[in-house]
């Protein structure tokens, strides 16, 4: 089993900058791949960003290219999300994923809110 716990979410101004993270815990081998996901009120569910262990192969929705980088370090077990030039449209809940052989979202935590005001 792999347990998820985000933090980093908050209120910000369009324009603004957070960072988000997702402490992991559980077997290593079942969290090779980590992500982002982001549910907005009324929508469904997306992918945001996602990373594998070694860093190397990355994921970022059109939406967020060029304005978000995900990042992980392995020695701590977290991954995050840098998240600029932020819009209200990035008003969401977000979750943090992990799985394996190809399934990132296998594992979910119980997500953080990011809300950007205009």
């Known amino acids: 089993q792999v347990q998820l716990v985000e933090s980093g979410g908050g209120s910000v101004q369009a324009g603004g900058s957070l960072r988000l993270s997702c402490k992991a815990n559980?077997?290593?081998?079942?969290?090779?791949?980590m992500g982002w996901f982001r549910q907005a009120p009324g929508k469904e569910r997306e992918a945001v960003a996602t990373i594998y262990s070694g860093g190397g192969v990355t994921y970022y929705a059109d939406s967020v290219k060029g304005r978000f980088t995900i990042s992980r370090d392995n020695a701590k077990d977290t991954a995050y999300l840098q998240m600029n030039s932020l819009k209200p449209e990035d008003t969401a809940m977000y979750y943090c994923?992990?799985?394996?052989?190809?399934?990132?979202?296998?594992?979910w935590g119980r997500g953080t809110q990011v809300t950007v005001s205009s």
């Open positions: 559980g077997y290593t081998y079942r969290r090779e791949c």
């Open positions: 994923v992990a799985g394996n052989s190809g399934i990132c979202n296998r594992y």
